[in-house]
């Protein structure tokens, strides 16, 4: 059943939520937030459930200049994750935030120019998994990517850069990305993310995909 989630943020759109999770105890939504006419003011912000059922941003909480947030959990800790644009340039990268909840989050590193849909999950041999989404000479469109880390002191652009194309998966006139990666108990991966292709009119058309995948 499909219900709508009731955000409540006074003249701005709030749009592309991650899951609930954890924090201190507290359930906590990170959303992307920013103005109707313009996404230059885009930021991630933090909502709390009211007892009325609404979710309020947090007023005087940590905020970010990101969009399309994300977040998992490695080791006790808080990965918070989104899209970074430089609106002078126009470059994007998606940046990496760490900490023990989200008022202590510290930078912790960046993808490489131009590259979204990056996401982390801990394997089943405590081993680090990494998806990515190159585009151009190596994913066209824009394809999925895989590669291990045994820590994430490991991660960086160039790890990120190097990792192994996911064959097979997207022809080249459609493009995809993974959302979430979510450890399974038979030690797969399972996959919620999008696919994605141009309709006759030019106009993007997303829908929904699940996999699971062997790591």
């Given amino acids: 059943m499909t219900h709508l ?17 954890e924090n201190n105890g507290e359930m906590i939504i990170a ?34 200049a990101m969009q399309d947030p994300f977040v998992t959990k490695i080791d006790g800790k808080l990965i918070l994750g989104g899209v970074k644009v430089d609106w002078t340039s126009g470059i994007y990268t998606t940046e990496f935030y760490i ?6 989050l510290k930078y912790l590193t960046c993808g490489p120019a131009g590259m979204k849909d990056i996401r982390l999950v801990k394997l089943k041999d405590d081993r680090l998994g990494v998806f990515t989404r190159p585009q ?28 192994r194309l996911i064959e097979d998966q997207f022809g080249e006139k459609r493009w995809g990305g993974v959302n979430q990666a979510i450890l399974l108990a038979n030690g797969n991966i399972g996959i919620l993310g999008h696919v994605a292709e141009f309709e006759v009119d030019g106009c993007k058309r997303y829908s929904v995909m699940v996999f699971e995948f062997n790591p």
């Fill in 99 to 104: 900490g023990q909840n989200i008022n202590n």
């Fill in 5 to 21: 989630v009731p955000f409540t943020v006074e003249g701005k759109d709030i749009y592309n939520p991650t899951a609930p999770f």
């Fill in 31 to 64: 959303a992307r937030v920013e103005s109707r006419d313009s996404e230059t003011d885009s930021e991630t912000r933090f909502f709390r459930k009211n007892r009325a059922g609404e979710w309020r941003m947090e007023e005087n909480g940590s905020k970010f």
């Fill in 136 to 163: 151009g000479e190596v994913g066209g469109l824009g394809k999925i990517g895989f590669t291990t880390i045994d820590k994430l002191a490991e991660l960086n652009a160039s790890v990120i850069k190097q990792a």
